[in-house]
């Protein structure tokens, strides 16, 4: 009876000691905010990313980058205001992102390797890319890990290829490479580049960003499989921030948001082909500043941007004055003789005149456009008529709306084109036969050298010119550079 009791008390103690327990723990359960709770209260996402072309920059426009841009968006639909923080080392980076009043969030072309998992929690992936052994021309192309004995090899410290080459070298001991924590992957390729180094690793979509500052550098191979890159939060957070980016990164995969912004930025060497990519640096250094004295007063003189006409003139006849094609198209612009004429050039050889026949027909062709066609397809619009004649143009804007389709939209519109080449379409139409597909190609390539031109014309270079021989560029050759706002 007594032990009975007494187990009874003792229980019954036990059980309101849980109870209380339990309490105690539910309401600081109810009390302690999520992580995104604490980040919406505070108003601010706070972010680290790394500084460099294919993440974070400044140019004349202020703050950009692939990764920047994103995460701006998803700042935006959060309603927070975006704080950026640049890590000196991926080690940073990670270590930061521990601290208690540290940066939520990484947004910084980070690869989710099984090696970070101690480290970070992972996102979904937003970007798939593959690990490139980059050399310079002119060296015996590596065909595989086997070339890469002997070899000078330098990496990011702390990085995914790190990780890959202390894998290797397993299977390979005498395979040697360093590991840097004051560099950053353009300083990698400049190294590769000037022969500094033999051997870096870099992800494809970095190389594609830097392709155009190196042309002297190449892809041996492909080192391994195609890898993802995710954004990261401490590992010891709880999920509501990551599900909201998870959700978040569906949303721009689902309405085309994230692949425009991959074109835009990747999408380059897609375009022009790596030989592309690099005969255009070659020619940036090399023919542009003879001419862009003459892009930069004819721009200012119509009050169109400098580069968006430079993009003209290299698609049209890659900045050489003497340009001829089979029909009788001359000089840097490529007028025919109608347009010259009627835009008062004399001599369409003149790299000048040519110019400036160019910028007012390309202004002129802006105008003819209907108001409803808005930037930035306007541009657009205005490039296709420059190709094609705007007489065409409106050809095609009637077959895309007879489509159904949206005839002010350049997406919708670049799809209808081609098919003034076909007797079945253009029979319909007022103008008649056009190769349709040319002002499509000729719009997509204007377009990846007007934004390697954005990248790199930075505000230091704005009123200097690409003038041979001239070192404005700070911390590398003649060529222009990605800027660096923090060094790395
Ligand atoms: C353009 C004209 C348009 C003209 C179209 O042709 O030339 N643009 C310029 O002169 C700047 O004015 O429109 S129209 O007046 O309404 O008929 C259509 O005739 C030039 C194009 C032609 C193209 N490049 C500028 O983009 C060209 O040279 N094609 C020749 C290719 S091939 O090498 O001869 O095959």
Same mark, same amino acid.
């Given at each position: 009876?007594?032990?009975?009791?007494?187990?009874?008390?003792?229980?019954?103690?036990?059980?309101?000691?849980?109870?209380?327990?339990?309490?105690?723990?539910?309401?600081?359960?109810?009390?302690?905010?999520?992580?995104?709770?604490?980040?919406?209260?505070?108003?601010?996402?706070?972010?680290?990313?790394?500084?460099?072309?294919?993440?974070?920059?400044?140019?004349?426009?202020?703050?950009?980058?692939?990764?920047?841009?994103?995460?701006?968006?998803?700042?935006?639909?959060?309603?927070?205001?975006?704080? #950026?923080?640049?890590?000196?080392?991926?080690?940073?980076?990670?270590?930061?992102?521990?601290?208690?009043?540290?940066?939520?969030?990484?947004?910084?072309?980070?690869?989710?390797?099984?090696?970070?998992?101690?480290?970070?929690?992972?996102?979904?992936?937003?970007?798939?890319?593959?690990?490139?052994?980059?050399?310079?021309?002119?060296?015996?192309?590596?065909?595989?890990?086997?070339?890469?004995?002997?070899?000078?090899?330098?990496?990011?410290?702390?990085?995914?290829?790190?990780?890959?080459?202390?894998?290797?070298?397993?299977?390979?001991?005498?395979?040697?490479?360093?590991?840097?924590?004051?560099?950053?992957?353009?300083?990698?390729?400049?190294?590769?580049?000037?022969?500094?180094?033999?051997?870096?690793?870099?992800?494809?979509?970095?190389?594609?960003?830097?392709?155009?500052?190196?042309?002297?550098?190449?892809?041996?191979?492909?080192?391994?499989?195609?890898?993802?890159?995710?954004?990261?939060?401490?590992?010891?957070?709880?999920?509501?921030?990551?599900?909201?980016?998870?959700?978040?990164?569906?949303?721009?995969?689902?309405?085309?948001?994230?692949?425009?912004?991959?074109?835009?930025?990747?999408?380059?060497?897609?375009?022009?082909?790596?030989?592309?990519?690099?005969?255009?640096?070659?020619?940036?250094?090399?023919?542009?500043?003879?001419?862009?004295?003459?892009?930069?007063?004819?721009?200012?003189?119509?009050?169109?941007?400098?580069?968006?006409?430079?993009?003209?003139?290299?698609?049209?006849?890659?900045?050489?004055?003497?340009?001829?094609?089979?029909?009788?198209?001359?000089?840097?612009?490529?007028?025919?003789?109608?347009?010259?004429?009627?835009?008062?050039?004399?001599?369409?050889?003149?790299?000048?005149?040519?110019?400036?026949?160019?910028?007012?027909?390309?202004?002129?062709?802006?105008?003819?456009?209907?108001?409803?066609?808005?930037?930035?397809?306007?541009?657009?619009?205005?490039?296709?008529?420059?190709?094609?004649?705007?007489?065409?143009?409106?050809?095609?804007?009637?077959?895309?709306?007879?489509?159904?389709?949206?005839?002010?939209?350049?997406?919708?519109?670049?799809? #209808?084109?081609?098919?003034?080449?076909?007797?079945?379409?253009?029979?319909?139409?007022?103008?008649?036969?056009?190769?349709?597909?040319?002002?499509?190609?000729?719009?997509?390539?204007?377009?990846?050298?007007?934004?390697?031109?954005?990248?790199?014309?930075?505000?230091?270079?704005?009123?200097?010119?690409?003038?041979?021989?001239?070192?404005?560029?700070?911390?590398?050759?003649?060529?222009?550079?990605?800027?660096?706002?923090?060094?790395?």
């Amino acid at each position: 009876m007594f032990a009975q009791s007494v187990f009874r008390t003792r229980c019954a103690g036990w059980l309101s000691a849980i109870g209380i327990l339990l309490l105690l723990s539910g309401c600081a359960e109810e009390t302690k905010p999520s992580t995104l709770e604490r980040i919406q209260a505070e108003g601010t996402l706070r972010v680290i990313t790394r500084n460099s072309p294919a993440t974070y920059f400044e140019d004349r426009n202020g703050e950009t980058g692939f990764e920047y841009e994103l995460v701006k968006r998803f700042a935006e639909d959060l309603g927070l205001k975006l704080e #950026i923080q640049t890590a000196d080392s991926l080690d940073d980076l990670f270590s930061s992102l521990k601290k208690p009043d540290g940066p939520v969030l990484a947004a910084a072309g980070l690869v989710s390797t099984p090696g970070r998992s101690q480290s970070a929690l992972f996102s979904d992936e937003y970007l798939q890319v593959t690990p490139q052994v980059i050399y310079r021309n002119g060296q015996r192309r590596p065909t595989g890990p086997e070339d890469l004995i002997g070899k000078r090899i330098l990496v990011l410290k702390g990085s995914s290829h790190a990780e890959q080459l202390a894998a290797l070298k397993l299977q390979y001991p005498e395979l040697n490479y360093e590991e840097s924590a004051a560099v950053e992957v353009v300083d990698l390729l400049r190294m590769v580049d000037e022969g500094q180094i033999d051997i870096t690793l870099v992800d494809s979509n970095e190389l594609a960003m830097n392709q155009v500052y190196f042309p002297n550098v190449r892809v041996g191979f492909d080192i391994g499989e195609a890898q993802k890159l995710a954004w990261a939060v401490a590992p010891g957070e709880d999920h509501s921030l990551l599900d909201e980016v998870n959700a978040f990164l569906k949303r721009a995969k689902d309405n085309g948001s994230l692949q425009r912004l991959k074109d835009r930025y990747y999408g380059h060497v897609d375009v022009l082909g790596y030989v592309g990519a690099y005969t255009f640096a070659q020619h940036l250094q090399q023919r542009l500043p003879r001419y862009e004295k003459f892009f930069r007063d004819a721009a200012q003189a119509h009050k169109i941007d400098w580069r968006l006409l430079a993009a003209i003139g290299y698609q049209e006849s890659l900045w050489q004055p003497g340009a001829t094609s089979k029909t009788g198209v001359r000089g840097l612009m490529m007028l025919t003789l109608r347009t010259a004429q009627a835009m008062g050039v004399s001599n369409r050889l003149d790299p000048k005149q040519s110019i400036v026949g160019g910028a007012k027909y390309i202004v002129y062709m802006k105008e003819q456009l209907p108001e409803s066609i808005q930037e930035p397809d306007r541009t657009w619009f205005a490039l296709a008529a420059y190709n094609v004649g705007s007489g065409h143009l409106e050809d095609a804007r009637k077959l895309t709306k007879a489509e159904g389709l949206n005839p002010d939209k350049w997406l919708d519109v670049q799809k #209808i084109l081609p098919r003034l080449a076909q007797k079945q379409w253009f029979s319909k139409t007022r103008y008649g036969y056009a190769r349709g597909g040319e002002p499509v190609h000729f719009v997509r390539n204007i377009r990846r050298y007007y934004d390697i031109l954005t990248w790199v014309t930075q505000p230091q270079l704005e009123g200097t010119q690409f003038a041979e021989g001239n070192q404005h560029v700070p911390g590398i050759d003649k060529r222009p550079q990605p800027p660096q706002t923090t060094p790395l």
